[in-house]
């Protein structure tokens, strides 16, 4: 999983979590370690909150919600590592304190011989103009397409020599889908705000995500199809699967937003 985006699905269930519910949103990827610091910063800037405290300050201001932004790029697959081109364009928080992105600048910084990233996200207040398109879709209607593109993908995968991905990626997420087999172990576990069915379809999409570097469906396999003479199909069913995972990832977390 794309660590930039990884991290904003943690933001948005875990804080929905806990200004529905009161549920406990800690976390350590989201609190300061010896390789990551994460810091929210209000519009005009003057300070900086931690995750706990940045809560804190939603509630205080009157916020219910929080909503994963964005869509994704045709071509992001291709050059999706652990950070940078991530589709979503930040976190909105939603409720009486008015609308606001958040959006995430990540950035290396060399603490002596560690290195430690620093990622602080960034108020921008939102006026109605500003809102743009929103898509909130019925959940069975996101896992029946995700199948849809797995399965497709993973007949290109048979064909092309590549059936490692089919039998343990692709395969295996269809398996969760349709409650074939028991659920992968995400690294993080989703609010019990969030209905069963978001929480199978957000499994999947973990399971499901084979884009990267090294040893990556970005690595070998485009080669694959190339000497089979299916580099176009390949690269247009693997656009396919970026954006619908990213699409069923952002729609599982944003399940709660009209509730």
């Given at each position: 999983?794309?660590?930039?985006?990884?991290?904003?699905?943690?933001?948005?269930?875990?804080?929905?979590?806990n200004?529905i519910s009161?549920?406990?949103?800690?976390?350590?990827?989201?609190?300061?370690?010896?390789f990551?610091d994460?810091?929210?910063?209000?519009?005009?800037?003057?300070?900086?909150?931690?995750?706990?405290?940045?809560?804190?300050e939603?509630?205080?201001?009157g916020?219910?919600?929080l909503?994963?932004?964005?869509t994704?790029?045709a071509?992001?697959?291709?050059?999706s590592?652990?950070?940078?081109?991530?589709?979503?364009?930040?976190?909105?928080?939603l409720g009486a304190c008015?609308?606001?992105l958040?959006?995430a600048?990540?950035r290396?910084?060399?603490?002596?011989s560690?290195?430690?990233?620093?990622?602080?996200?960034?108020?921008?207040?939102i006026?109605?103009?500003?809102?743009g398109s929103r898509?909130?879709?019925?959940?069975?209607?996101?896992?029946a397409?995700?199948e849809?593109?797995?399965?497709?993908?993973?007949?290109?995968?048979?064909?092309?020599?590549?059936?490692?991905?089919?039998?343990n990626?692709?395969?295996p997420?269809?398996?969760?889908?349709?409650?074939?087999a028991p659920?992968?172990?995400?690294?993080?576990?989703?609010p019990a705000?969030?209905?069963?069915?978001?929480r199978t379809?957000?499994?999947?999409?973990y399971?499901a995500?084979?884009?990267?570097?090294?040893?990556?469906?970005?690595?070998?396999?485009?080669y694959?199809?190339?000497?089979?003479?299916?580099?176009?199909?390949?690269?247009?069913l693997?656009?396919?699967?970026?954006?619908?995972?990213?699409?069923?990832a952002?729609?599982?977390?944003?399940s709660?937003?009209?509730?």
């Amino acid at each position: 999983m794309n660590g930039e985006l990884h991290q904003l699905l943690l933001i948005t269930a875990l804080g929905n979590g806990n200004l529905i519910s009161g549920a406990d949103a800690s976390n350590s990827e989201l609190e300061r370690t010896g390789f990551l610091d994460v810091c929210f910063i209000p519009e005009g800037g003057g300070q900086s909150w931690n995750w706990a405290e940045w809560l804190a300050e939603l509630k205080t201001n009157g916020c219910q919600r929080l909503m994963l932004n964005g869509t994704a790029s045709a071509a992001a697959w291709e050059s999706s590592g652990f950070s940078g081109n991530v589709a979503p364009g930040g976190v909105t928080s939603l409720g009486a304190c008015g609308e606001s992105l958040w959006k995430a600048e990540w950035r290396v910084d060399q603490y002596r011989s560690r290195t430690k990233w620093k990622v602080t996200y960034t108020e921008q207040k939102i006026i109605g103009g500003q809102k743009g398109s929103r898509e909130f879709l019925p959940l069975a209607d996101l896992s029946a397409h995700l199948e849809e593109v797995l399965r497709a993908i993973g007949d290109l995968a048979d064909g092309i020599g590549e059936s490692f991905w089919t039998n343990n990626f692709f395969k295996p997420a269809r398996d969760i889908l349709n409650e074939q087999a028991p659920a992968a172990q995400m690294p993080f576990h989703l609010p019990a705000v969030y209905k069963d069915q978001a929480r199978t379809l957000l499994n999947a999409v973990y399971k499901a995500w084979v884009f990267g570097g090294m040893g990556s469906w970005n690595d070998s396999p485009p080669y694959s199809a190339y000497v089979h003479g299916r580099e176009q199909e390949f690269n247009i069913l693997s656009a396919r699967l970026y954006e619908t995972l990213v699409q069923c990832a952002r729609g599982s977390v944003n399940s709660v937003v009209l509730l």
